[in-house]
């Protein structure tokens, strides 16, 4: 602390010779000026001098006959004047101390703790909602609210908490890790399954329901496979009631799928002229800055690169330094060849099978050609599948009363 207290006031390195270098200490002394850091070569002495001791030093060096030079200058009272002389150094510091100062009254990282359900796109999508966002101000924030709204829409969250640590919002969640049991009940409609498609039963497993048609049956669609009213019968084989259920069952059928893909002769392509021009932006949390500019070609693509200088990375503070490219390019219309189009066509199809993989379709016989038409080529597919089917839909009720008879 004393040495703090020094180099604020400012102090001298000074060196003293002459008749009595012992008598300019004493009195010194006497006088209250302190003196330290003294070192003897010789008649010489070398010794550090506080700047307001030192400006008392006259009457005692005419009395005692010395002399003294000054060899350096230590403290701020010297520091500040050469640092003032730095104009460019001086800005620089007194912006980078605004900036600190301005950047701790926003938040610029948002830290989430303790998800596993909740994923973090969904929980950013909720902020943004509540308007919630990097680079906000930290008198904006709710906590408490903040905190309310987390439990009230995610209702396996069991108990948040929200904090703010310097610049970052660090925000703790604990999930409801029990199973989430969900009572059967009975329904009081009933659901049946029918057909999507026009096509042939070829298996059928039911779990619940009445089934209403048979393997081998052919069906359209919209048929009834699977009733979800049950018949209750008296002693006497009649209906007493009819139980109503969601109906369940894994039927396979087996039917046509048409695909068809087509592919003008022509197409545009890009192609680059080289010609390029660069502009800058800067990116504080959600909000981008860029200096106005005209448009910079009449058709062009942008390519934009972004970094975060290390400081403000190691801050967590949501500063991007970012560089778009905008590359001019032309509309060029080229025709496709045979062998081009047929890749391209060729790819749809993969894509169409790989979708029908996907959902479990099984492929038993396949018909594709390709074909040429006024002003396309033409992919047509014809595939003879089997897939499970049962869309769901409400059954219709009946009385037990109502006796079907045939006359």
């Not at 302190?34 to 506080?50: A, C, P």
């Not at 029990?178 to 049946?192: C, H, N, Y």
């Not at 039963?201 to 496979?225: N, Q, W």
Request: glycine letters at 6%.
């Amino acid at each position: 602390m004393i040495k703090f207290l020094k180099y604020v006031r400012g102090y001298l390195r000074i060196r003293i010779w002459g008749f009595s270098p012992e008598r300019f200490m004493n009195l010194c002394s006497n006088k209250g000026i302190l003196l330290w850091d003294i070192v003897r070569e010789g008649d010489v002495y070398y010794m550090n001098i506080g700047l307001r001791g030192f400006r008392e030093l006259k009457p005692i060096l005419k009395k005692t006959g010395t002399r003294v030079a000054i060899l350096e200058k230590y403290g701020l009272p010297f520091f500040l004047p050469r640092l003032v002389k730095r104009k460019i150094f001086v800005l620089g510091l007194i912006l980078a101390i605004a900036f600190w100062m301005i950047s701790s009254f926003f938040i610029w990282d948002i830290r989430l703790n303790g998800n596993y359900q909740i994923t973090r796109d969904v929980f950013d999508t909720f902020l943004k909602e509540n308007h919630v966002t990097i680079g906000m101000r930290k008198d904006d924030l709710d906590i408490e609210e903040l905190e309310k709204q987390i439990r009230r829409k995610f209702p396996q969250v069991t108990w948040a908490s929200a904090r703010l640590d310097g610049i970052r919002l660090e925000i703790d969640i604990k999930e409801n890790d029990a199973p989430i049991i969900v009572e059967d009940r009975e329904s009081e409609q009933g659901m049946d399954l029918v057909a999507e498609f026009d096509g042939t039963v070829v298996s059928m497993i039911v779990r619940s329901g009445v089934p209403v048609v048979s393997i081998g049956d052919s069906v359209e669609k919209g048929t009834v496979l699977v009733e979800g009213k049950v018949p209750v019968y008296n002693e006497d084989a009649t209906v007493r009631e009819y139980q109503y259920v969601d109906a369940d069952a894994d039927i396979m059928l087996e039917h046509t799928r048409d695909f068809t893909a087509r592919l003008p002769f022509d197409h545009v392509e890009k192609v680059y002229t080289g010609r390029e021009k660069t502009g800058y932006y800067l990116k504080l949390g959600d909000k981008t800055c860029r200096l106005p500019q005209e448009q910079p070609f009449l058709v062009y693509d942008s390519l934009f690169r972004e970094s975060r200088p290390l400081m403000f990375e190691k801050l967590n503070i949501s500063i991007y330094w970012g560089e778009v490219t905008h590359r001019e390019y032309q509309n060029t219309e080229y025709m496709y060849t045979a062998e081009e189009a047929k890749e391209v066509l060729s790819q749809k199809l993969i894509e169409f099978l790989t979708e029908l993989d996907e959902k479990g379709v099984q492929i038993i016989e396949k018909n594709v050609r390709i074909d040429t038409e006024s002003d396309s080529w033409v992919l047509q597919g014809e595939f003879l599948v089997q897939e499970l089917v049962g869309l769901k839909e409400e059954t219709a009720k009946t009385d037990a009363g109502e006796v079907k008879t045939d006359e």
